[in-house]
C-alpha cells in the first residue's frame, strides 16, 4: 500500500512539474514566471496599439505584450499551422492565444498569417496580422 502511494505521489508530481513548466505535448504555454523586462517594447507598443481598442490596449499590462510578442515569435518560427499557442498571465489573470497558418512565399520572404486572440476580464478580442522573416527575423507587416 506504501509503494502504491509513493508513486501515485511521484506521477503526480512530475505531471504537476509538466503543467508548471508549460510543457503539454507539443503546444507551447508561456506564463508570467517566464517574465524578464524588455529592454525595448517600442515595436510590441505599436503592433498592438495598431490593432488592438485603445480601451483593451491600455488594459494590457507590460507583461502581457511581452508574452504575447514573444509568443507570437516563437509560434512563427516554430509552430505547425493551425495548433493554438498560449500564454497566461498569473498577475492578473489575462490570457490569450496565437494561432499560425501555413508558410507562404511573398517576394522570396517566407511569410506567415496569424491569429492573436486575447481574454482581458475574461473578454474575448481577435486580432489578425501578416508577418515575413526578413533579414533572419520575423517582421510584422499588417
Known amino acids: 500500500m506504501n509503494i502504491t502511494l509513493k508513486t501515485i ?3 503526480c508530481l512530475c505531471h504537476l512539474g509538466t503543467v508548471l513548466s508549460g510543457e503539454t505535448g507539443s503546444q507551447t504555454i508561456l506564463d508570467s514566471a517566464a517574465y ?3 529592454k525595448d517594447l517600442d515595436s510590441t507598443h505599436t503592433f498592438l496599439g495598431k490593432f488592438l481598442p485603445k480601451r ?11 508574452l504575447t510578442m514573444r509568443l507570437l515569435q ?3 518560427e516554430t509552430s505547425p499551422s493551425y495548433l493554438d499557442t498560449k ?3 498569473l498577475d492578473n489573470q489575462h490570457r490569450g ?3 499560425v497558418y501555413p508558410v507562404e512565399n511573398l517576394e522570396g520572404n517566407k511569410c506567415r ?8 476580464n475574461d473578454e ?3 486580432v489578425y496580422g501578416r508577418a515575413c522573416r526578413i533579414n533572419n527575423e520575423w517582421q510584422i507587416l499588417d
Do not use: C
Open 56 to 66: 483593451l490596449f491600455l488594459m494590457l499590462s507590460e507583461k502581457d505584450k511581452y
Open 113 to 120: 498569417k496569424f491569429l492573436v486572440r486575447f481574454y482581458i
Open 97 to 99: 492565444s496565437i494561432l
Open 124 to 126: 474575448g478580442t481577435d
Open 74 to 76: 516563437q509560434a512563427l
Open 36 to 38: 524578464h523586462s524588455p
Open 87 to 89: 500564454w497566461n498571465n
Open 9 to 11: 505521489a511521484f506521477f
